[in-house]
Structure formats: C-alpha cells, structure tokens
Nanobody, 124 residues
Framework: QVQLVESGGGLVQAGGSLRLSCAAS????????MGWFRQAPGKGRDIVAA????????YYADFVKGRFTISRDNAKNTVYLQMNSLKPEDTAVYYC?????????????????WGQGTQVTVSS
C-alpha cells in the first residue's frame, strides 16, 4: 500500500513562490504516473499538474501554465510542484496522487493513492 505525504504548504504573499513535495513510502512510484490536485473551499477537486513515470509527459491545467512546474526524483520516490507567481485564487488544499497507469490521467478517479493534503494560502 503506497502512502503519500505532502509538505511545503504555507502562507505566502501574492507573487511569491512555494515548492510542494510529495514523498511516497510503502512502495515505489517510480514507474507510475503522479499528479497534483487542489481543492478550494466550497469547490470541487481540480487537477493542477501531472507527470508520467519518466516525467517525459506532463500535463498542466490552463490556470497554472507558465507558473507551476511538476518534477519528480524517482530515486527519492518524491514528486515536486514548484509554484511561482502565486495568486490569491491559488489558495486551496493541494493533494498529491499516484496512479497505477504509466501516463497521467487528468481526472481524479484515475488515481489510486492520495496524500492527506497540504494547505496553500496566498494573501493579496
């Protein structure tokens, strides 16, 4: 059973940066797709970014393109989300997810394992 633990969330001013980390244990995620999702209060869970096992294929939601970057260190069983030029509307709980698929699904039901989430708050 793969367990995912996110870290790196916090409070930042608009225009600032944060880097989220997602460490996997209980199994390797080096050969599976990984994704980041977010859920703002009162809203559904949206995909933010995803990467294939080798990170050769990546996906970004339109609202983060050019600002966020997903990367992975398979040797460390860890996935990252670098978030730059943060906006107040980026405020949400961010979740890491692992899929058994090689290529990253863009829908939440394509993922099999989830972290507990980390809060990101962007002040204006």
């Amino acid at each position: 059973q793969v367990q995912l633990v996110e870290s790196g969330g916090g409070l930042v001013q608009a225009g600032g940066s944060l880097r989220l980390s997602c460490a996997a244990s209980g199994g390797t995620v080096s050969s599976t797709a990984m994704g980041w999702f977010r859920q703002a209060p009162g809203k559904g869970r949206d995909i933010v970014a995803a990467a294939s096992a080798s990170a050769g294929t990546t996906y970004y939601a339109d609202f983060v393109k050019g600002r966020f970057t997903i990367s992975r260190d398979n040797a460390k069983n860890t996935v990252y989300l670098q978030m730059n030029s943060l906006k107040p509307e980026d405020t949400a709980v961010y979740y890491c997810a692992a899929s058994r698929r090689i290529y990253p699904p863009t829908y939440d039901y394509g993922y099999d394992y989830w972290g507990q989430g980390t809060q990101v708050t962007v002040s204006s």
